[in-house]
């Protein structure tokens, strides 16, 4: 997992309540459980005007010219501003995939759903809570300035306009913040203990050797 410490990136407004996990990456689309190959299909039924199946080409696909994330403004866009209860539906841990292999590293909402929020964290995309308030400042700013951008400093736990003329503090828990700045998933924090484990399972053996022969 890739390490979050600052970034800095064009931001992409999806003004739109309570986006559900199927909306994000649809259904028909989850027969993998490789996390790869999920950023193309990512909110299909949004971003183009045919009904979208595993194996099609994309690229001949048409396209919603009205969908934000096809506007010319938002190309390479890495930071998503969403509204509130974004990912809620299903648990699909496909949603952050698709997220992430799009090319977004955070999104910015008001709320998430719980599962959603806790998601995004075991695959380095960082959620962000602010206050609505703020949340409506930054879509006029976003929709009033072309190629619109925020730096994100997560060790200061800080948003900061590109001038400099307005910062957003942000809360997040210790444990998760400390993953996220080191680049550490499940597997990476249990790796962690490698030695711990071995030695458990070493021990566990010589006191019960008759397990020795089920394995």
């Given at each position: ?20 996990t ?19 299909n ?19 696909r ?5 969908f934000?994330?096809?506007q ?17 539906g299903?648990?699909?841990?496909h ?14 909402a ?13 695959n380095?995309l ?19 300035f ?26 997040l828990?210790a ?41």
């Open positions: 997992m890739d390490k979050f410490i600052v970034h800095k990136g064009i931001v992409a407004p999806l003004d739109r309540a309570n986006v559900d199927d909306a994000i990456i649809p259904k028909q689309f989850l027969k993998s459980i490789h996390r790869t190959g999920f950023g193309p990512l909110f299909d039924e949004w971003r183009y005007l045919d009904h979208g199946e595993p194996g099609i080409d994309n690229s001949k048409p396209v919603n010219p009205d934000v994330l096809n010319a403004r938002y190309q390479g866009a890495s930071i998503l501003l969403a509204r509130k209860n974004f990912g809620c299903s648990s699909r841990e949603a952050p995939w698709a997220l992430q292999q799009f090319g977004f590293r955070a999104i910015i008001p709320s998430f759903a719980d599962i959603f929020y806790n998601n995004c964290f075991k380095g960082l959620p962000i809570v602010l206050p609505e308030t703020v949340i409506d400042s930054l879509f006029n700013e976003i929709n009033a072309i190629g619109y951008q925020l730096q994100i400093d997560l060790e200061q736990q800080v948003i900061s306009t590109a001038n400099g003329d307005r910062h957003f503090k942000f809360d828990d444990f998760r913040k400390h993953c996220l700045l080191n680049g550490l998933d499940d597997i990476a924090l249990t790796l962690r203990s490698s030695d711990k484990i071995r030695d458990f399972e070493a021990r566990h053996l010589a006191n019960q050797p008759w397990l020795a022969n089920s394995i």
